[in-house]
């Protein structure tokens, strides 16, 4: 297990993928997804130049976050319960996983202690399973006007935890369907709101996610190993 390897790998992968598709590399942002790691192992991606990073469980990342010695950069990318929400204040750059007014009421008033604003991703729910988080595709004109009218909270585009297929290409219409959700949404010109981040596609995906016009990519296993 070689973390500067992989990351260089994806780095590269990406670059092609950017290329076949006619996108700048510059324009996806590579999410190195270091839940249920060690500090060390961050510590190690950190010193191959991997700046962002995602967590999914909140004491796990409160537990390690002032073990990491370098300046990352943290987003949280897993399902989060309202009361867990203060943990994370003044800590994390981006919250992917906004799915529920109540959830954006409690973040909004947790930032609104520090004074600054908190950029967000609204979590759509495309494969109708309920075991995952997120917003129903038909409520979330609504969802966004909600949200968008908290003062601390920036909207700036969709996240997605499509069904998972070993076939990449069954995943697309998935990936292709957020990026149509998030055009629609910036056609209606709604104050405070941008669709400029997709965030969507993981180790075994993430190629068709780019295609389909990812923004930031989240990668655990191809950068980390499988998980513990």
């Known amino acids: 297990m070689n973390i500067?390897?992989?990351?260089?790998?994806?780095?590269?992968?990406?670059?092609?993928?950017?290329?076949?598709?006619?996108?700048?590399?510059?324009?996806?942002?590579?999410?190195?997804?270091?839940?249920?790691?060690?500090?060390?192992?961050?510590?190690?991606?950190?010193?191959?130049?991997?700046?962002?990073?995602?967590e999914s469980y909140v004491q796990d990342f409160i537990d390690k976050v002032d073990d990491v010695s370098t300046a990352a950069q943290w987003h949280f990318i897993g399902g989060l319960q309202s009361n867990k929400v203060k943990y994370l204040r003044g800590k994390v750059a981006m919250i992917h996983s906004v799915d529920r007014l109540s959830l954006a009421g409690e973040i909004n008033k947790q930032w609104q202690k520090?004074?600054?604003?908190?950029?967000?991703?609204?979590?759509?729910?495309?494969?109708?399973?309920?075991?995952?988080?997120?917003?129903?595709a038909d409520h979330l004109e609504q969802l966004v006007r909600q949200v968008a009218a908290l003062p601390m909270l920036r909207i700036k585009g969709l996240m997605t935890l499509p069904p998972y297929f070993d076939d990449p290409e069954k995943v697309r219409p998935y990936f292709r369907r957020l990026r149509e959700l998030a055009e629609s949404i910036a056609s209606l010109n709604i104050p405070e709101v941008e669709m400029r981040e997709l965030s969507m596609g993981m180790s075994h995906?993430?190629?068709?996610?780019?295609?389909?016009?990812?923004?930031?990519?989240?990668i655990g296993t191809a950068i980390f190993g499988a998980r513990d």
């Open 4 to 54: 500067q390897t992989n990351i260089a790998e994806i780095r590269k992968t990406i670059a092609e993928v950017c290329s076949g598709c006619g996108r700048n590399p510059e324009d996806v942002k590579l999410i190195a997804v270091s839940k249920t790691k060690p500090a060390s192992m961050i510590n190690e991606a950190a010193a191959a130049g991997q700046k962002l990073f995602g």
């Open 114 to 136: 520090l004074g600054q604003p908190i950029e967000i991703l609204l979590q759509v729910n495309l494969g109708g399973e309920v075991s995952k988080s997120g917003a129903d």
């Open 205 to 218: 995906d993430f190629a068709v996610a780019i295609e389909e016009g990812a923004t930031l990519i989240r």
